[in-house]
DNA sequence: ATATACTTGGTTATTTTTGACAAATTTAAA
DNA sequence: TTTAAATTTGTCAAAAATAACCAAGTATAT
């Protein structure tokens, strides 16, 4: 298992660069680069799609490793029950049901 | 499925509760209750041992509607794949595993 | 019509995040 | 070791997100 702030890491080190360097292409400096790497600070929603084009890939990919650290994290945090997840993913696919038939209705 | 706020609103209701009374016990106003209940704004998370309280549930029935509800809407509004439910569920496992080995290592 | 409950919008306050900077630490190389 | 490069860490101000507050609006029921 591997948190978020290893997996940056990973593709970075993979790609040759150094923190300065990454940290540049996404709008941080290395210490902010390093707090996420570390853990210690999040990384903000927008920087998603410019990590995705410049590690070259896809941006659900890295999607799937933020949200899913960002879920975790909380959870862990809050000591909720693990099986939120389960009524997690069901409200998703009610929420997106309900909104494709509101969506219809618009016409 | 219900949604975090109809699930609110059912147990207020059930309590014989209107938005006022129930507002003033967790420290809101009815306002403040009512978007709630209605989905346009989040509860603070330090409310739900109030709800808990006040409706006779068990904390974690609260914490599984609450944060289910939580994350259900980012992955939604940030349209990410639902694997990330997998994944957040492996990770808090790996977390819970990581912190009681650190809280060995103390002593 | 009046009263009660609920919803909504706008404004301010508060809290939380973020980004920038600088100092400190670590790592590697010469 | 000394030097240089890379990374980590702490602090602080700016920015963004949240929440509280209040008033006006709508709906519902008596």
Redesign the interface.
Known sequence: ?E?FGEYIRKLRVEKGLNQTQLAAKIGLDSGGLSKIETGKKDLK?DKISLLAEVFEVSI?EI??????????????K???????????????????NI?TKQAQIKF
Do not use: G, W
């Open positions: 298992m948190r929603e659900e999607k799937t490793q933020y949200f899913s650290e960002k879920f975790a994290k909380d959870c862990f809050y000591k909720c029950p693990e099986t939120v997840f389960q009524l997690a993913e069901q409200k998703v696919k009610y929420i997106k909104n």
